[in-house]
């Protein structure tokens, strides 16, 4: 008797454990907290529906397979494969160490190595899904001819963000903005990029703004890539 009940037991520990565990996992995280984690990831994801920036809106992505969004084209190969469905397990995985979930994922984010801290962001996503998230904190930053580095509506950039002439003289660019004011800017430090998206800029009206990234200052935004060289002048004083 003492034997089977010992059997018993020895079984029944791992599915306690288990228990135990996904319990711990499926605890409520703290979805304000999250919010303010998740300042870290938005230079690369947006929680808006349909604003797609380095990674795919993470507006519902609970619950979402991997890899599915029909208007968002750079998931690589691995992911679509990998028919993950995002939920409170894979998400805390994948928060943790994305490439040893998905090997070969484009994906290039370290890490959150606070166990609290991807609960909190799960529970931060979640609420987001559900219409329920809290305000995001406003962050700090530089500025760069009064235009934030944060995606924005670029059709409505103040004066001061508005391009209306751009020349170019050995190493260097001259801005000049509808305020009035001219910038010069190593050409090193200026990153040409195009926003066909709803958010940018009207043709042939390109918006600068701050680029916010390692090695460039500002980034000058396009409506589509056949502007940029018909904007810019060649030409030195």
Not at 125 to 133: F, I, Q
Not at 217 to 233: C, D, M, N, Q, T
Request: positive net charge.
């Amino acid at each position: 008797m003492k034997r089977i009940v010992t059997m018993m037991f020895g079984c029944f520990i791992p599915f306690m454990m288990a228990g135990f565990a996904s319990l711990a996992l499926g605890a409520a995280g703290d979805a304000t907290h999250g919010a303010a984690v998740f300042q870290s990831c938005r230079a690369c994801h947006s929680t808006t529906e349909g604003e797609h920036m380095t990674g795919p809106s993470l507006a519902h992505v609970w619950q979402r397979k991997a890899g599915t969004l029909d208007d968002f084209a750079r998931y690589s190969d691995p992911l679509k494969r990998s028919n993950i469905v995002w939920n409170e397990q894979s998400l805390d995985k994948w928060l943790a160490n994305p490439q040893a979930v998905v090997a070969g994922t484009s994906m290039t984010f370290a890490g959150l190595r606070e166990a609290k801290d991807r609960q909190d962001v799960i529970a931060y996503l979640k609420a987001v899904a559900e219409g329920k998230a809290p305000a995001a904190p406003q962050r700090g930053g530089g500025m760069m001819m009064g235009m934030q580095s944060q995606k924005m509506n670029l059709k409505n950039a103040p004066p001061q963000g508005q391009v209306v002439a751009l020349s170019h003289c050995k190493d260097t660019y001259t801005v000049k903005t509808a305020d009035g004011k001219i910038e010069k800017v190593w050409e090193f430090n200026l990153r040409l990029k195009t926003d066909s998206s709803a958010l940018g800029p009207p043709p042939g009206k390109p918006v600068i703004v701050e680029a916010g990234m390692q090695g460039d200052r500002a980034s000058l935004v396009f409506a589509k890539p056949g502007e940029i060289s018909g904007f810019i002048k060649e030409t030195c004083p």
